[in-house]
């Protein structure tokens, strides 16, 4: 029977998140499987996954065919360099603790570049919160200037006014009886 390792989609319209399962080529998409390894999640920034890494592993070397995402998401994890590694060892380049080692430095570089770039994402949200958050309060206060600007016209205004009927109030003389 082929295998395939390949997405199940799941969520609703405009949020897709995927499990990854081995399942019959011949069966649906979201059909029936014979074993979930993981999901992806591609909402968050990065992408999530959550992974069986030891099960992927074993069904990438009984045979299994990954589809092209479930390949490019494989190979991030690292299961695909893995799996070369250890082919490396049946074929005799180099032993089992050589492969391990090699793997172990790939994976430390891969994280390293993965956190530096989660510190720079969240470092560049931080910089447009601060950007915006002046920006509001320049917004602000420009808005209380001419706020300020227009109270003191209405002041003037009125006393303006009060000063005119007070004037008009003197000029005419109260007639007494």
């Known amino acids: 029977m082929p295998v395939k390792i390949r997405l199940q989609r799941h969520g609703h319209k405009g949020y897709a998140f995927y499990h990854i399962v081995i399942a019959d080529s011949r069966t649906p998409r979201d059909g029936r499987f014979i074993e979930r390894i993981g999901s992806y999640n591609p909402n968050t920034d990065p992408s999530s996954v959550d992974l069986k890494f030891d099960r992927a592993l074993y069904w990438l070397q009984v045979g299994a065919q990954p589809t092209d995402t479930v390949r490019n998401i494989l190979s991030r994890e690292g299961v695909l360099m893995k799996k070369h590694l250890l082919e490396g060892v049946k074929k005799g380049a180099f032993d089992e603790a050589e492969a391990e080692h090699r793997f172990e430095a790939w994976k430390s570089s891969k994280e390293a570049k993965l956190n530096k770039t989660k510190e720079q994402l969240t470092a ?10 002046s920006a509001e309060i320049e917004a602000n206060k420009a808005r209380a200037a001419e706020l300020a600007k227009k109270k003191a016209a209405e002041e003037a205004k009125t006393k303006e006014k009060d000063n005119s009927s007070e004037n008009s109030e003197e000029q005419e003389p109260k007639e007494v009886e």
């Open 124 to 133: 560049e949200r931080e910089a447009a919160e601060k950007a915006r958050l």
